[in-house]
């Protein structure tokens, strides 16, 4: 069931690419954009994951938190962090727990669509190269901005496998609620 803004922000318990296990709870007091990517395999998703890393700074002047679910274990997050998202809070789900109790779904047709053909194509061009594949492959995106409380104040489920809202669109989310508590 996917959740609405106005929800309690599900909670959870996720290993960090260094093993640490982290919870929303971490995250109270300070907006969170929380990113349900597919795995650190999949090359749209090392390019989205690495345009939002980019991005981590300009979160945190914000005084919110940027963190990214995979469907990936620890050792496999490790890698990535090191190479190519240093900064980036990536935390693992390979069971899918916590995609299950956010309500980001899995989708053949997502899968397929022929709008992922060109955003493919522009992940390979820049270099990100296929990995080993991990949990769910027609595992869809979904991106949330919760409060400092803890409650969903959007909630974006992606329809194909590329679809995610534009970094900076997140960012703008996570400066309006910074400046709304800072108010």
Same mark, same amino acid.
Do not use: W
């Given at each position: 069931? @996917? ?32 990113? /349900?990517?597919?795995?650190? #395999? ?17 979160? *945190? ?19 990535? =962090? ?23 779904? =899995? ?10 053909? !060109? ?6 061009? @820049? #270099?990100?190269?296929?990995? =080993? /594949? ?32 534009? !970094?900076?669109?997140?960012? =703008? *989310? ?10």
């Amino acid at each position: 069931m @996917q959740l609405m803004p106005g929800s309690p922000a599900p909670d959870f318990s996720l290993p960090d690419a260094g093993g640490k296990t982290v919870s929303l709870a971490d995250f109270k007091g300070r907006p969170l954009v929380l990113v /349900f990517s597919r795995y650190v #395999g999949c090359p749209v998703c090392q390019m989205t994951s690495v345009e939002l890393t980019r991005m981590a700074p300009d979160f *945190e002047r914000a005084g919110a938190a940027l963190a990214i679910v995979f469907q990936s274990s620890p050792e496999r997050l490790a890698v990535f =962090a090191q190479r190519q998202a240093k900064g980036a809070v990536l935390l693992g789900d390979p069971e899918g727990r916590v995609y299950a109790d956010y309500g980001v779904e =899995a989708s053949l047709a997502g899968y397929l669509a022929p709008g992922n053909l !060109p955003v493919i194509f522009r992940a390979v061009r @820049q #270099g990100y190269g296929h990995g =080993a /594949f991990e949990g769910r492959e027609t595992q869809q995106p979904a991106a949330f901005v919760i409060d400092a409380a803890g409650q969903i104040r959007q909630a974006h489920y992606g329809r194909t496998i590329t679809d995610l809202p534009e !970094p900076g669109a997140l960012l =703008a *989310e996570a400066r309006a609620l910074g400046a709304s508590r800072a108010a």
